[in-house]
Structure formats: structure tokens, C-alpha cells
């Protein structure tokens, strides 16, 4: 993909600030600089919406424990296990899919509700499952309620939330993930000490708990503005956005602003409209912005789960235990300490995200997961080969595996989830997260259901060195394909991404000669 110099201007590109921007400019300057001041409303649907992601959180810390009482109580072999764990993370690959539609036929509230209704189901068959096929059956079913969970949490919060505060609440959802992580090891280690005939279930149905509450939660919720519009029901989505304001007249600004943006794509504002057409604009006929758009959120979700940081959560007792520690109840104080580290950095991630921007952190938190995963790699690499492992290996095992988890939690963790919800176009937003998503979840499954055949094959220390190598290659790529977005709002990403030069947007105070254009291919 060529790169190249440029100086043509966007044909896009506006000519004066909208009344919106300068509201949201206004109100960017009297927010104080870790993303206080948000309306409370708005605050209240977003934590709403966003504890939807508690469940698939809670499934990743708690399998981590259960797995090794379930294959000693049913007795199955290491490739169930992969399986077992892997099976949630590819069956929400149809829910992610679905849920772009189903959000754009019915809406982002009631898409909530069945998120959480279907993992509901599922939590509650695998706590009452018998045997090994329906324990499966029950992780396919709340598999794909985690994947419309996924896709509609943030982009319901990203709906809601003005430009000033959008990082903030649209990490959210990977803070709730990351709460639901925690959770899961800490009822792992306090139901360590029960039979391993029972513990198991009561920790995997206890996950209905959390469902429930998130699904009669949904009910108070209003439904997204920017959806409303795109349905013809204008006064419905201003007396929401009157609610989510700071006054009427700023109420009245955002709502002339989603219309004017709606306007572009009049034969979709009607009330007939279901989400028809975009898979044709989003696949076969892309324009420049979108085609950028969907590479650079197909992008991120990619290597967000290529970076193995969500098989290594599911796996971390087997990479302990690989390291020298066996006590099932170490096993399990180690994943606390590591849920406890992940939870405080992803919350500071959020709290600056919309102070330092998005591109920053990701970089940043990329780069050192790089180097993270190395030091772990080489550290099992040396541990491999003496018989006796030195305590200095355990703690510099544990360190790096710490460190790689707490700098995921800074970059890819929050801004993934951010990033993919912001960036596009109010018309294809649903759709193209729901695809974009749905890559996230494919690549998850399928690192979930190898890791432990590969690290068998290449060991521990091999994998965390192929995986230190991708993530060098996913630092490049945010570099140079992902432009910042802070302080924007939804309807000016399609012309940050029109713009001839995106490394350029960020910028601007340098020469031309110092810019780098992607060519059009791209």
C-alpha cells in the first residue's frame, strides 16, 4: 500500500464550524481534564447499558477456575477444554453479526434486552448442565448473547454521549468487562475450597445473577437519538436529547446536527427503514471514508484478539501452573492480583482518554505489550530449560504477564471497543460495528481453541514470542492507518476520514513535506 505526498485539499472538508462544534468546543474547555462534568443522565444509561458487558468479563475470569474442576469431574480431555472455552467466543460471532440489523430494525434498548435475556439462558444451563454436550450447549447459547452484547454497548453509549466525554463513556464497557474479570477470580478463589462436583456450576450460573439485573436495568433506558432520527421520529429523539443536554438550546444544536448528517442518506429516514442497503455500501461499493473506516475498525479488532491477551486471561492458570506454581488456591490469589491490576489501569485509561486522545494510549499501550510478551517469552524460554525453577523466574513470569495485561488495558483493552463505535457514519454505524465486531469475536474463538495445542507444540515461551511479533506489527498499523478522533463528533468522522492525509488531522502544525498520504488505494 503506497504512500505518498499531498497537498489536495478535501473536497469534503467544511468550511466553517457547525453551531454543535462550537457548543461541544465551549463546553470541552469548562470540562475539567479527566472527563468530570458529564451529565448524569447520560452517565446513568451509559453505566446502564455498559454493565451488558459485565457477562462476557465474569465468563473469561470465572471458565479460568471452573475449567480445571470441570475437566476433573467430567473428565475430559485438553482438547474439550479448548472447545468448551473457544465455543462462547465463535458462537458470538452470530450474534455480533446479527445484532447490526436486529439494532437497526428494533433498536439499540430492546437489542440490549435480548443480549442479556439470551446470556441469561445459557448462564443457566451450563449451572444446571449434567454432562459435557449440554455444558457446551449452554456456552453456545450465552455465546451469542455476548455477541450482540459487544456490539451494542458501546455503540449505544457513543449515541448518547457528546464528543467531550465520548472516550470516557464508550470505555465503559471494557471497564465492566474488566470488573466482571475480577469477579470471576475472585468467586473462583472463594468457591475453590467446594467440591469439585459443585463448585463449578455454582460459578458458572451464578453469572444469571448480573443478567437479570442488566436486563430489567434496559427497561429505564431511553432509546438512542441518533437511531430515532435515522427512524423519522424526530421528536422523540429531541426530548431524549433534552434529557442528555446541558439546555434545550444545546439539545436543539445536536439535534439539527444528527438531521443535517441523516439528510445525506434520505432514502434511509424513513419509517420503513430497517438497516436495508448497508452491506452493499459498506462492502461492494465503499466510498474512500468508509473503505478507510472499516480497515482501520476490521484492524483493531483484529489484533486485539490476535494479541492473545483473552485466551492468556482464560489460560493463566495453565501458564502459572507452566511456571511452578501448582496450588490450585495460588493459582487462583495470582488471578486476583492480575484482575485487580488490569481493573485499576483500564479505569486510568478511560479517565484520560479524552485528554490525551485515542492514538496516544493505543500506540503507546502496544508497543510496550510488545516488549511485555517478549520478557515473558524469554522468561519461559529460560525456565523451560532447567529442571529447577528459580523464584526470580516465577516473579519475573508474573511481572510480565502483569504488565502485559495492565498495558492492554491502556491501549487495545478501552479503545477498541471506543474507537470501532465512533467512526462510523450514523446510517451504517450498527452494521459496521456488528462486522467489525464479529471479527473480533472470530479471531478470539479461534486463539482461545488453539492456544494451549500451539504452546504444547512450540511451548508457553514460543507463544508469547510469536505473540510479542504481532503485536510489533499492530503498533505499526495504528501508527499509520488509525487518525485521532478525539473531540469529534459522530457526524464529523466522515470527513476526518475523507481527508487525503489522516496522519496529517493530527498534525497540522507541521510542514506538508512532513506528511504522509495513503495513496487510493486504500
Known amino acids: 500500500m503506497p504512500l505518498k505526498k499531498s497537498n489536495k485539499p478535501s473536497t469534503m472538508e467544511s468550511t466553517a464550524p457547525t453551531a454543535v462544534d462550537a457548543i461541544e468546543a465551549e463546553q470541552s474547555s469548562k470540562m475539567?481534564?479527566?472527563?468530570?462534568?458529564?451529565?448524569?443522565?447520560?452517565?446513568?444509561?451509559?453505566?446502564?447499558?455498559?454493565?451488558?458487558?459485565?457477562?462476557?468479563?465474569?465468563?473469561?475470569?470465572?471458565?479460568?477456575?471452573?475449567?480445571l474442576y470441570i475437566q476433573e469431574n467430567l473428565n475430559i480431555s485438553s482438547t474439550q477444554v479448548e472447545i468448551l472455552v473457544g465455543s462462547l467466543n465463535l458462537l458470538s460471532l452470530i450474534g455480533s453479526l446479527a445484532s447490526g440489523r436486529t439494532s437497526d430494525s428494533i433498536g439499540r434498548r430492546y437489542t440490549t434486552f435480548l443480549a442479556s435475556t439470551t446470556f441469561l439462558i445459557g448462564a443457566l444451563l451450563m449451572g444446571l448442565a449434567p454432562s459435557y454436550p449440554l455444558l457446551l450447549a449452554g456456552r453456545m447459547i450465552a455465546g451469542v448473547g455476548v455477541g450482540y452484547a459487544l456490539m451494542i454497548a458501546p455503540v449505544y453509549t457513543a449515541e448518547l454521549s457528546p464528543a467531550t466525554s465520548r472516550g470516557l463513556l464508550s470505555s465503559l464497557p471494557e471497564i465492566f468487562i474488566t470488573l466482571g474479570i475480577l469477579l470471576g477470580y475472585i468467586i473462583n478463589y472463594a468457591l475453590s475450597g467446594l467440591s469439585p462436583?459443585?463448585?463449578?456450576?455454582?460459578?458458572?450460573?451464578?453469572?444469571?445473577?448480573?443478567?437479570?439485573?442488566?436486563?430489567?436495568?434496559?427497561?429505564?433506558?431511553?432509546?438512542?437519538?441518533?437511531?430515532?432520527?435515522?427512524?423519522?421520529?424526530?421528536?422523540?429523539?429531541?426530548?431524549?436529547?433534552?434529557?442528555?443536554?446541558?439546555?434545550?438550546?444545546?439539545?436543539?444544536?445536536?439535534?439539527?446536527?444528527?438531521?443535517?448528517?441523516?439528510?445525506?442518506?434520505?432514502?434511509?429516514?424513513?419509517?420503513?427503514?430497517?438497516?436495508?442497503?448497508?452491506?452493499?455500501?459498506?462492502?461492494?461499493?465503499?466510498?474512500?471514508?468508509?473503505?478507510?473506516?472499516?480497515?482501520?475498525?476490521?484492524?483493531?479488532?483484529?489484533?486485539?484478539?490476535?494479541?492473545?491477551?483473552?485466551?492468556?486471561?482464560?489460560?493463566?492458570?495453565?501458564?502459572?501452573?507452566?511456571?511452578?506454581?501448582?496450588?490450585?488456591?495460588?493459582?487462583?490469589?495470582?488471578?486476583?492480583?492480575?484482575?485487580?491490576?488490569?481493573?485499576?489501569?483500564?479505569?486510568?485509561?478511560?479517565?484520560?482518554?479524552?485528554?490525551?486522545?485515542?492514538?496516544?494510549?493505543?500506540?503507546?499501550?502496544?508497543?510496550?505489550?510488545?516488549?511485555a510478551l517478549a520478557l515473558l517469552g524469554l522468561g519461559s524460554k529460560l525456565m523451560e530449560k532447567g529442571k529447577s525453577r528459580p523464584k526470580w523466574g516465577v516473579v519475573l513470569s508474573?511481572?510480565?504477564?502483569?504488565?502485559?495485561?495492565?498495558?492492554?488495558?491502556?491501549?487495545?483493552?478501552?479503545?477498541?471497543?471506543?474507537?470501532?463505535?465512533?467512526?462510523?457514519?450514523?446510517?451504517?454505524?450498527?452494521?459496521?460495528?456488528?462486522?467489525?465486531?464479529?471479527?473480533?469475536?472470530?479471531?478470539?474463538?479461534?486463539?482461545?481453541?488453539?492456544?494451549?495445542?500451539?504452546?504444547?507444540?512450540?511451548?508457553?515461551?514460543?507463544?508469547?514470542?510469536?505473540?510479542?511479533?504481532?503485536m510489533a506489527v499492530a503498533t505499526i498499523f495504528f501508527y499509520f492507518f488509525l487518525p485521532e478522533t478525539k473531540g469529534k463528533s459522530l457526524e464529523e468522522m466522515e470527513i476526518l476520514f475523507q481527508d487525503e492525509d489522516i496522519n496529517c488531522k493530527q498534525h497540522n502544525n507541521e510542514s506538508n513535506s512532513k506528511c504522509l498520504q495513503i495513496d487510493d488505494t486504500f
Open 32 to 67: 475539567p481534564s479527566m472527563g468530570f462534568g458529564i451529565n448524569k443522565y447520560t452517565l446513568i444509561c451509559s453505566i446502564l447499558a455498559s454493565t451488558n458487558s459485565i457477562l462476557l468479563g465474569y465468563d473469561i475470569g470465572v471458565m479460568s477456575g471452573a475449567v
Open 197 to 371: 462436583h459443585i463448585n463449578w456450576r455454582i460459578m458458572l450460573g451464578l453469572a444469571g445473577i448480573p443478567a437479570v439485573g442488566v436486563g430489567l436495568g434496559v427497561l429505564t433506558m431511553p432509546e438512542s437519538p441518533r437511531w430515532l432520527v435515522m427512524k423519522g421520529k424526530s421528536e422523540e429523539a429531541k426530548k431524549v436529547l433534552i434529557k442528555i443536554s446541558a439546555n434545550e438550546i444545546e439539545a436543539e444544536e445536536r439535534l439539527r446536527s444528527i438531521t443535517e448528517a441523516a439528510a445525506a442518506a434520505a432514502d434511509v429516514v424513513v419509517g420503513g427503514w430497517h438497516g436495508q442497503g448497508v452491506w452493499k455500501e459498506l462492502l461492494i461499493n465503499p466510498t474512500k471514508p468508509i473503505r478507510r473506516m472499516l480497515i482501520a475498525a476490521i484492524g483493531i479488532n483484529f489484533f486485539m484478539q490476535a494479541s492473545g491477551n483473552d485466551a492468556v486471561m482464560y489460560y493463566s492458570p495453565e501458564v502459572f501452573r507452566a511456571a511452578g506454581i501448582h496450588q490450585k488456591r495460588h493459582l487462583f490469589g495470582v488471578n486476583v492480583v492480575m484482575g485487580v491490576t488490569k481493573t485499576c489501569f483500564v479505569v486510568l485509561s478511560a479517565l484520560y482518554l479524552d485528554r490525551f486522545g485515542r492514538r496516544p494510549l493505543l500506540v503507546s499501550g502496544s508497543s510496550g505489550m510488545t516488549v
Open 398 to 470: 508474573i511481572v510480565a504477564l502483569c504488565s502485559e495485561v495492565a498495558l492492554f488495558s491502556i491501549g487495545l483493552g478501552p479503545i477498541t471497543w471506543v474507537y470501532t463505535s465512533e467512526i462510523f457514519p450514523n446510517r451504517i454505524r450498527a452494521q459496521g460495528s456488528s462486522l467489525a465486531t464479529s471479527v473480533n469475536r472470530l479471531v478470539s474463538g479461534v486463539v482461545s481453541m488453539t492456544f494451549l495445542s500451539i504452546s504444547k507444540e512450540i511451548t508457553f515461551g514460543g507463544m508469547f514470542l510469536m505473540l510479542s511479533g504481532i
